[in-house]
């Protein structure tokens, strides 16, 4: 889940750097993904209940790395694809006006970005599984608790932020089409999840 964000952050600084236009996340706005991604994200994560189908699983060498194959291919394979819809937004955004991608623009940008790693969230909760994201979903308080502290801290940063954070108020509207439509990654999964359950009742 780390992994994927510094993927796709890295690959966004860089292109933007590509295409002329200025810094598409700024540091601060990297440090807040930082810390609610990378800290209390992972640690929500760290303490989920430890699922049974573990059992299920061939034994691994102690000396095998802890990113396997498939991890290393999905981790790059949405990193990758978390770049390319941002990436295509900032280029949209850049020709769109003739004074290239303003303040407004940029905060919808960064919203958009931290909401597609809210979304993954769930994902990643359901990893190396084929249960639904919503299993024991009311039991997980601790990622409940982050799932909140960063849609609440999200809106401060962004109606409050100004200068410091580089934002500017967004409308409900559109806040609600970017939740709508970053959304998109948590259904991608759960149908990639239930592909998989059809296929392990065939077996």
């Not at 440090?31 to 991604?37: E, Q, R, T, Y």
């Not at 994560?45 to 095998?64: F, G």
């Not at 919203?111 to 909760?125: D, E, P, Y």
Request: charged share 15%; net charge positive.
């Amino acid at each position: 889940f780390q992994l994927v964000v510094n993927v796709a952050a890295l690959l966004l600084v860089l292109g933007g750097s590509v295409i002329g236009t200025e810094m598409p996340l700024t540091v601060t706005q990297i440090l807040w993904v930082n810390l609610i991604m990378d800290t209390f994200a992972a640690l929500a994560l760290a303490s989920l209940p430890p699922s049974h189908e573990v059992m299920k699983e061939k034994p691994r060498k102690a000396s095998d790395f802890i990113i396997n194959k498939s991890i290393g291919f999905g981790i790059l394979f949405c990193g990758i694809v978390f770049f390319l819809v941002m990436f295509a937004l900032l280029v949209y955004c850049e020709r769109r006006g003739k004074g290239g991608v303003d303040v407004h623009e940029l905060t919808m940008f960064f919203t958009t970005f931290v909401m597609i790693q809210f979304w993954n969230l769930f994902n990643a909760k359901a990893l190396m599984s084929h249960h639904t994201a919503f299993r024991h979903f009311l039991k997980d308080k601790g990622m409940i608790l982050v799932l909140v502290l960063v849609l609440v801290g999200q809106w401060i940063i962004v109606t409050f932020g100004g200068e410091m954070f580089r934002t500017t108020p967004l409308s409900l509207h559109e806040w609600l089409l970017i939740i709508g439509s970053t959304s998109v990654v948590l259904w991608a999964g759960e149908l990639w999840r239930a592909f998989k359950r059809m296929i392990a009742k065939r077996r």
